[in-house]
């Protein structure tokens, strides 16, 4: 019953307030712990049953938190020096049906990603985005759906032993090559 309940609580109920889903806890534990008193069952244990931070939709996000935006001044530097950054919030679901905060990061967290000017025009033509559209109807590209498509790809080309993340540290490193002072 605790993968149910933690389920009930932090997906399905995972956009709710905290307040709202912690009603719905002590809701199921006061009625577990009855039954427990009253012989229904031996025993129980969804006691110390945590709420996981809240699931925000990008757009929830938007709407709740417009404002000024700070801008520290080396992160100022940094884009005065002629190399372009995306700013990610979002990023695609599991399913590629919705966004949600980048892996690792609460809804509003961010991460300014240098990027060339072939997806830095790409970016400006499609505005609203997204870049990667999903396959049969879904709005976003699946994480699944890239893996295997780079994957089949490498294959392809005959590449063992790399993956998506390589790119990463593959474009950092020709950073560093091609600026060592930065």
């Known amino acids: ?5 933690k389920t009930l609580l932090n997906k399905t109920l995972g956009a709710y307030s905290d307040d709202c889903r ?24 969804l006691a110390g049953l945590e ?3 809240r699931i925000v939709t990008a757009e929830q996000y938007e709407q709740q938190n ?12 940094m884009l005065a020096d002629g190399t372009r950054y995306l700013h990610l919030c979002w990023q695609a679901s599991e399913n590629g049906r919705e966004l949600e905060p980048l892996k690792h990061r609460k809804a509003g967290d961010f991460r300014d990603v240098p ?6 025009d790409m970016v400006q033509e499609l505005p609203d ?9 879904t709005p976003y590209m699946p994480y699944s759906t890239a893996g295997n ?13 790399v993956h998506t993340h390589s790119l990463r540290h593959q474009f950092a490193s020709e950073a560093l090559d091609a600026s060592p002072a930065s």
């Not at 019953?1 to 309940?5: G, L, R, S």
């Not at 417009?66 to 100022?76: E, K, L």
């Not at 985005?129 to 109807?137: D, E, F, S, V, Y």
């Open 149 to 161: 498509r780079f994957g089949r790809i490498l294959d392809y080309l005959g590449i063992s032993g």
């Open 115 to 120: 990027v060339p000017d072939m997806i830095w």
């Open 51 to 53: 709420l996981a931070p």
């Open 22 to 45: 912690g009603n719905v806890r002590r809701i199921i534990t006061g009625t577990v712990d009855e039954c427990v008193r009253r012989g229904v069952i031996p025993r129980h244990t």
């Open 129 to 137: 985005g997204p870049l990667c559209p999903g396959p049969n109807g």
């Open 1 to 5: 019953m605790d993968a149910e309940v």
């Open 66 to 77: 417009t404002g000024m935006v700070a801008v520290a001044d080396d992160t100022v530097r």
